[in-house]
């Protein structure tokens, strides 16, 4: 299950990666935004 | 050699060479492109990022910074006593924490010393909208031109030979009139020599005497004679530049003479 933030009511929402036609359960949008983990991130600066 | 200082102020130098090679001036110049050590974010630890922009270009618009570098006090971090974990002696470390709505710019960056604090302040990394945020922390190491762009110290570096305007003496009455139909400040007529008020200004000269073809007036270029001009991106300044510079080119010419020796 990976967690995802609602485009439209901002709702923290789960589903599977395997997951097709994804809908919000409360507004029923179908945009959303993968929620960055909270671990640190190191990158190079190119 | 003589050498005469023309400008030698804060971030910008020129020079005055004469008596010289244009090898030599080149092999300063390509010295400051690419030998000049200077400080440059290396590694970026992000902890939060909501902003529009992805990490890596983030991190990438941080490495261009310029960071005020003292190469006393540093050494590369491939030959620091650490073994290139990061200590105080090869890292200079800053963070930043920025919540929208407001512009991130590279003053923002906290250093861990406030002699490494940041002079260019105003350069933007990135726009945050409201309940956007930026935390993250990063790693300024010493490197080289030649390695990667964020490490050149010195822009344009160049040089421009010194020129010499010879007139046909027979021509005279024709030089005069050519001369009344050049724009007022760009050359004077002195006796029978004619001289470029503003060296940098030849090109302009030259199309005229191509357009009038004006052949009694001939533009020769002295090599022995140079104008060196460089400019530095606020990370030194021009005059320490010049000098770590010279220091640099003086070593690598005794390192050839020993290894000649060798032979």
Redesign the interface.
Known sequence: MTRYKCGLCKKAVQFDVKNIGMQCPYCGSKVFYKE?PTI??????? | MKVKTVELKGNKGVLKIEDTDVYFVNSLRRVMLAELPKLAIDNVIIYDNTSALFDELIAHRLGLIPIPTDLQTLVFRDQCKCEGKGCPNCTVRYTLSKEGDCVVYSGDLQPEHPSFAITENTIPIVELMKDQRVILEVEAVLGRGRDHAKWQMVLAPRYRMETKIQVDKKHINEVKAFVEELPKDLVELKGDKLELKDPSQKSILESYLEKHKADYISITKDPSKLLFSFETDGSMSAKAALQESINILAKKYEEFRGLLKDL
């Open positions: 960055r640190a991130k190191r990158i190079k600066s190119l």
